[in-house]
């Protein structure tokens, strides 16, 4: 019955120490926490961006709307530019 208790008191100490590692490894291992700051700061920008956008939605759009319509009337087909034979 002694060797019995023996044996037992090392194997509870054996998973104690396993355990204590484990816990040890887990809190000061790095790996993968790379990854998981970079999608946390790409969803800080992502968020970010979203809300300048729908601040200044109307200021975005029309700037947008007058540069679009100013490209696309000069490149569609506007030969006045080019002709020097007026």
Not at 9 to 19: F, G
Not at 58 to 64: A, E, R, S, T, V
Request: glycine share 10%; net charge negative.
């Amino acid at each position: 019955m002694k060797n019995l208790g023996i044996w037992l008191y090392v194997a509870a100490q054996c998973k104690l120490n396993e355990m204590k590692e484990d816990v040890h490894n887990f809190l000061n291992d790095e790996e993968g926490d790379t990854n998981f700051l970079s999608i946390i700061v790409l969803l800080g920008i992502a968020l970010a961006l979203a809300a300048v956008f729908i601040g200044f939605k109307d200021q975005i759009l029309g700037w947008f709307h007058n540069n679009a319509d100013g490209f696309f009337s000069t490149s569609a087909g506007d030969t006045s530019a080019g002709d020097t034979s007026h």
